[in-house]
Nanobody
């Protein structure tokens, strides 16, 4: 059993920054691929970023590449998403997710957080 709890969402002006955190419990955090997804009204859930079990590899959606940074602290069982140069189109509910190594390629994550709202004003 893995439980994920996101925090750090809120309202920010365009061009600003926000840092999301995801605290994990109930499982071997350092064995999971971790990812961030988001879903905006009227849109499908989309992949944002992912990180390998040891933090050695990261990947990002083209829409956020260069602006967002995913990281993890296995000692603290915590995943982070640093979001810079935020745009109104970044507004969405952001979810963290945990999955087996294959999730890196399949995007099939087994565990999901409750989501945290990010709103970027223009």
């Amino acid at each position: 059993q893995v439980q994920l709890i996101e925090s750090g969402g809120g309202l920010v002006q365009a061009g600003g920054s926000l840092r999301l955190s995801c605290a994990a419990s109930g499982g071997p955090f350092n064995a999971y691929v971790m990812g961030w997804f988001r879903q905006a009204p009227g849109k499908e859930r989309e992949f944002v970023a992912a990180i390998t079990w040891n933090g050695g590899g990261t990947k990002y959606a083209d829409s956020v590449k260069g602006r967002f940074t995913i990281s993890r602290d296995n000692a603290k069982n915590t995943l982070y998403l640093q979001m810079n140069s935020l745009k109104p189109e970044d507004s969405a509910v952001y979810y963290c997710a945990a999955g087996p190594p294959l999730a890196w390629g399949t995007l099939k994550y087994d565990y999901w957080g409750q989501g945290t709202q990010v709103t970027v004003s223009s």
